[in-house]
T-cell receptor, first 114, second 113 residues
Framework: SAVISQKPSRDICQRGTSLTIQCQVD?????MFWYRQQPGQSLTLIAT?????????ESGFVIDKFPISRPNLTFSTLTVSNLSPEDSSIYLC???????????FGPGTRLTVL | GENVEQHPSTLSVQEGDSAVIKCTYS??????FPWYKQELGKRPQLIID?????GEKKDQRIAVTLNKTAKHFSLHITETQPEDSAVYFC????????????FGTGTRLQVTL
């Protein structure tokens, strides 16, 4: 399995600002993903982070609001832009190796927007 | 796209009893079905998974069954313990290689003494 870390673990932000979340994996992985989990809810995929190219976004999520970078096989960032209280949620990254389907999750970033 | 339904949304069992959580999926191309356990404030943890070429898989007190014809799969926990209390999510993936997961809505399992 892969060990995944995220920074920050939590943050409180003002409306209209942005937050960038970092995800670091301890080994080279093929796939990295970003999810959102609202309180008491399931996980919703935001996008697949593609190394060296634009992320692939799911329906309802757009690059202007959730820009994603993945400069190499072990690191990715998610920015949540122009924050509103509705963006308050937990954001999780996950990673998987190409040889297996197993996805492992980071500890999550709890975002509160005031 | 894939749609995964999960039942029940909450489940309360007495310690030592068995718990069963059921999921159905819509995409017949799905061939990988993991189960995650999420304790309060923690990350989802992969506890068991099954691929479409097998019908059942067991790991100690946990087992998963898959019925491809009916497009449903189930998690079985035997001899439940208080530490099994958590939210459980099923998921489905429609690719033979590492691919995006579609999650069910979750089941909150409470094991009472």
């Amino acid at each position: 399995s892969a060990v995944i870390s995220q920074k920050p673990s939590r943050d409180i932000c003002q409306r209209g600002t942005s937050l960038t979340i970092q995800c670091q994996v301890d080994s080279q992985v093929t796939m990295m993903f970003w999810y959102r989990q609202q309180p008491g809810q399931s996980l919703t995929l935001i996008a697949t982070a593609n190394q060296g190219s634009e992320a692939t976004y799911e329906s309802g999520f757009v690059i202007d609001k959730f820009p994603i970078s993945r400069p190499n096989l072990t690191f990715s960032t998610l920015t949540v832009s122009n924050l509103s209280p509705e963006d308050s949620s937990i954001y999780l990254c996950s990673a998987a190796l190409v040889s297996y389907n197993e996805q492992f999750f980071g500890p999550g970033t709890r975002l509160t927007v005031l | 796209g894939e749609n995964v339904e999960q039942h029940p949304s909450t489940l309360s069992v007495q310690e030592g009893d068995s718990a069963v959580i059921k999921c159905t999926y819509s995409d017949s191309a799905s061939n990988y079905f993991p189960w995650y356990k999420q304790e309060l404030g923690k990350r989802p943890q992969l506890i068991i998974d099954i691929r479409s070429n097998v019908g059942e898989k067991k790991d100690q007190r946990i087992a998963v069954t898959l019925n491809k014809t009916a497009k449903h799969f189930s998690l079985h926990i035997t001899e439940t313990q208080p530490e099994d209390s958590a939210v459980y999510f099923c998921a489905a993936s429609a690719s033979g290689t590492a691919s995006k997961l579609t999650f069910g809505t979750g089941t909150r399992l409470q094991v009472t003494l």
